[in-house]
């Protein structure tokens, strides 16, 4: 059993900066792949980035198109915490920001390939 809990969400304005963290306890997720997703109203959750085990302390992260070259995740595996960094916040970001742990290995983009869920974290961005 995995318990996430997401923070640092909040209002700013566009072309701000926000960095959210997810802190996962219960197991270690030194190797486990990490999602954040998000969820705007009245639309699905849609896959934002992951970060994904290679080797020893080896990641890789991918990213959806829509964020790519803004949002940066990264993690402190000592920390069992993850970190979702956005630059240059556009209001179509907005949404309720997910983290997630992967069920499978590889590069998982759909919510069904993750069966641990935090409790979101709300982003505004809006002038």
């Known amino acids: 059993q995995v318990q996430l809990v997401e923070s640092g969400g909040g209002l700013v304005q566009p072309g701000d900066s926000l960095k959210l963290s997810c802190v996962a306890s219960?197991?270690?997720?030194?190797?486990?792949?990490m999602g954040w997703f998000r969820q705007a109203p009245g639309k699905e959750r849609e896959f934002v980035g992951g970060i994904m085990w290679r080797s020893g302390s080896t990641y890789d992260q991918y990213y959806a198109d829509s964020v790519k070259g803004r949002f940066t995740i990264s993690r402190d595996n000592s920390k069992n915490t993850v970190y979702l960094e956005m630059n240059n916040l556009k209001p179509e970001d907005t949404a309720v920001y997910y983290c997630?742990?992967?069920?499978?290995?590889?590069?998982?983009?759909?919510?069904?390939?993750?069966?641990?869920w935090g409790q979101g974290t709300q982003v505004t961005v809006s002038s």
């Open positions: 997630a742990t992967a069920s499978r290995g590889g590069r998982p983009v759909l919510p069904y390939q993750y069966n641990y």
């Open positions: 219960g197991r270690t997720v030194l190797t486990y792949t």
